[in-house]
């Protein structure tokens, strides 16, 4: 039985399945993990959990002004950052889960208006009144967490601590890692959890396997 690594893109995947918040902390958690276990189970083959890596960061922090209402928000203080919060709360109890935590460039913090709103604002005439809450977005950079990632993909394949690693991504950016490990014999899967990839990407992975929606009982989708 082989050993697997199972590392967690966190940002990428809150953004596929826990935009808007619309499950409980505990029950997100529970579903996380549970995801990750299905990859262990292949047609014929059982694989043995090493470990599941999970990056991401803390919630921002900083007081961030707002164009449209002309003021500051506390994000130390939303329902978000509470419930990021009680989330990574819940994955430090899990067996086998370690937390790899980056941190927010507070320093770049901000509301930004959608590209809808910009294309309808300076090419079709929109007025600047019409403007509303749906029509801006807080964004968040990310610091230190794709080089944790690149880190313990390096370290897990040069000390031959596992047999397989699967990577939960969405970019490119793990490709100079996934040739390294693919070098050092690590069956390398990437899971972008059933979205496309760029077809240059397919030559620096083994397999493709995305295992449906988290909260569903559904069909994987794989590509080997």
Same mark, same amino acid.
């Given at each position: ?19 808007? $918040?619309?499950?409980? !902390?505990? #029950? ?7 995801? %990750? ?19 991401? *960061? !803390? /919630? %921002?922090?900083?007081?961030? @002004?707002? /164009? ?17 919060? #009680? ?10 889960? *370690? ?24 090419? =079709? ?15 968040? =950079? ?29 970019? &490119?950016?793990?490709? /100079? &890692?996934?040739?390294? &490990?693919r070098r050092e014999g690590i069956d390398f899967v $990437?899971?972008?959890?059933?979205? !496309?990839?760029?077809?240059?990407? @397919?030559?620096?992975? #083994? ?18």
């Amino acid at each position: 039985m082989s050993k697997t690594a199972i590392l967690v893109d966190g940002g990428f995947y809150r953004k596929r399945f826990e935009k808007g $918040l619309p499950h409980a !902390p505990t #029950d997100a958690a529970n579903a996380l993990i549970q995801y %990750c276990f299905r990859h262990l189970r292949e047609k014929h083959m059982e694989h043995e959990l090493y470990r599941i890596f999970y990056y991401d *960061a !803390p /919630p %921002c922090q900083k007081k961030v @002004f707002h /164009p449209l209402h002309n003021r500051t928000y506390d994000f130390s203080k939303s329902d978000y950052a509470k419930w990021m919060n #009680d989330f990574l709360y819940e994955l430090t109890k899990m067996r086998k889960v *370690a937390l790899r935590l980056g941190s927010i460039d507070e320093g770049t913090a901000a509301y930004m208006i959608t590209q809808s709103a910009t294309k309808d604002l300076l090419l =079709k005439g929109r007025p600047l009144d019409s403007l509303t809450d749906s029509d801006f977005f807080p964004s968040f =950079k990310q610091k230190g967490v794709d080089m944790k990632i690149g880190i313990d993909i390096a370290s897990l394949s040069y000390k031959k601590q596992v047999e397989q690693i699967v990577l939960i991504a969405g970019d &490119a950016d793990f490709v /100079p &890692a996934a040739k390294l &490990a693919r070098r050092e014999g690590i069956d390398f899967v $990437l899971d972008p959890l059933g979205l !496309p990839i760029k077809s240059e990407l @397919f030559e620096n992975i #083994d397999g493709l396997h995305s295992r449906g929606n988290p909260y569903e009982t559904g069909k994987a989708h794989n590509k080997m």
